[in-house]
């Protein structure tokens, strides 16, 4: 149907990666910082003015902000945008009769939600000084394991959806199986071990305002590739019609 090589969609898919996190680092420079600063300014006061922090660190804070945050999140972005550009490949012409731009659309809110939203409500992120550092590990496991079991769900519900779509119809077969992953994910949200590591006094308001701004960052990121995306992979395969010639005024 379409003639562009995956090749060519993982190259757009990369630089509407790196788009995507370049708008996701303003906004965790903007958003994001505020609330890091604010939780170091309160680990450090705990920790008291004549603490010995081991000495000046190798790397310095107003560069962790800017150049080291703005390389982690364009990295961040370039490597999803190449991973989102080869499921497009995959899903184009299997779900439904979408084009580039839709199915660009779909992918995107489907990877959003795997990647971004179904680990997050179960293992929220943390700022600084939340956390207990010897748990790190294990909760960087259990966060890769929720992601991996809503991809697995989500996948399955797909395939649900498209036995269940000759029988009942597209509109309710697709229910049945929005359904199903939703009453999954639930499950597993029961079965996985709860993270509550936040110190005694530390301010809610702050936990609360750091989530908010790393939810942001994320749908600042997903926003920005899909429509960049769809926009070019559209271009890509969609042929531009040839302009019609000019008819020549016969004497």
Known sequence: ?????????????????????????????LLGEPEVNAAIAIEEAAAGAGHDHG????????????????????????????????VHCFALGRIGRFGPRATAALVTAGLFVIVTLVPFFKYPANPPAVGDPGTAARR?????LMMVLGALLAAGAVILGRRLAPKTGNGNASVAAGGAFVVLIGIS?????????????????LIWDFRLAS??????????????FGFLAERALVPTPAPKEAVQPTS
């Open 1 to 29: 149907m379409y003639s562009a090589s995956p090749r060519t969609l993982l190259l757009r898919g990369m630089l509407a990666g790196l788009l995507a996190g370049v708008a996701a680092f303003l906004v965790a420079y």
């Open 55 to 86: 000495g000046q660190a190798p790397v310095s804070r107003a560069l962790q902000a800017t150049a080291g945050l703005g390389t982690g999140v364009v990295l961040y972005g370039v490597a999803l945008g190449g991973i989102a550009a080869l």
């Open 140 to 144: 960087t496991a259990l966060y890769l």
């Open 189 to 205: 949200y029961a079965v996985l071990p709860g993270i509550n590591e936040v110190p005694a006094g530390f301010p809610a308001a």
């Open 215 to 228: 939810l942001a960052i994320q749908t600042t990121l997903w926003t920005t590739f899909g429509l960049t």
